[in-house]
């Protein structure tokens, strides 16, 4: 069975610093992955995905991800923070036969001014 | 790009009615809705997965007689929460998969709704 791994639930950062956010899956097969971001009271946008091809995937707002299929790992990153990133970000896997999404815990994201 | 809908977006009930959530895919065709359970600062929780035209097909420890799903139509899935109690004030998010998306990114074409805010006195 698929499972996803979010490590920190909390994760600060300064305006104009690295975000990182790190997220490993566990799979037996080549796994579908997605990173989306939850605003308050709000549903979910998708920020990037991977699913074949390319490792190094660039999603909206200036983030990317990259699949590390040695390391089982998916770590979001964005240059620079912007106060406008605050949110929660959630890591997802789906499986290449089925139709369900697998959510991880999620991370929240601050970023201090 | 395709657009989810949820309604209504909030929710005050009293405990013991009956509350019906209507999810709609606006410009596109939705062979499978999920729908999806969050607890504050949680993640979501997969309840059900809702086929047109068929049965909804429940994950473990999801009441079906509690949460009815209904999915008349290609662009209308509902879910009522029957007989609710506050324990069932949660954040409902529904999503929808795109029919018209073909290959390999069937999987994956999945649009969410903006939720609805659930709470039961």
């Known amino acids: 069975a698929q499972s996803v791994t979010q490590l920190g639930s909390h994760v600060s950062v300064s305006e104009g610093a690295l975000v990182l956010l790190r997220c490993n899956y566990s799979?037996?097969?080549?796994?579908?992955l997605f990173w989306y971001v939850q605003y308050p009271n709000q549903g979910l946008q998708l920020l990037l995905k991977y699913t074949t091809g390319a490792t190094l995937v660039k999603g909206i707002n200036g983030f990317e991800a990259e699949f590390k299929k040695s390391e089982t790992s998916f770590h979001l990153t964005k240059p620079s923070a912007h106060m406008s990133d605050a949110a929660e970000y959630f890591c997802?896997?789906?499986?290449?036969?089925?139709?369900?999404?697998?959510f991880g815990a999620g991370t929240r994201l601050f970023v201090k001014a | 790009g395709a657009v989810v809908s949820q309604h209504p977006s909030r929710v005050i009930c009293k405990s013991g009615t009956s509350v019906k959530i209507e999810c709609r895919s606006l410009d596109f065709q939705a062979t499978t809705m999920f729908w999806y359970r969050q607890f504050p600062k949680q993640s979501l929780m997969l309840m059900a997965t809702s086929n047109e035209g068929s049965k909804a097909t429940y994950e473990q420890g999801v009441e079906k007689d509690k949460f009815l799903i209904n999915h008349a139509s290609l662009t209308l899935s509902t879910l009522t929460v029957t007989s609710a109690h506050p324990e069932d004030s949660s954040f409902y998010i529904c999503?929808?998969?795109?029919?018209?998306?073909?290959?390999?990114?069937?999987?994956?074409?999945?649009?969410f709704g903006p939720g609805t805010r659930l709470t039961v006195l």
């Open positions: 997802a896997v789906i499986d290449t036969g089925g139709f369900k999404t697998i």
């Open positions: 999503s929808a998969r795109d029919f018209a998306a073909s290959g390999l990114s069937r999987a994956d074409t999945q649009y």
């Open positions: 799979s037996s097969v080549p796994p579908y």
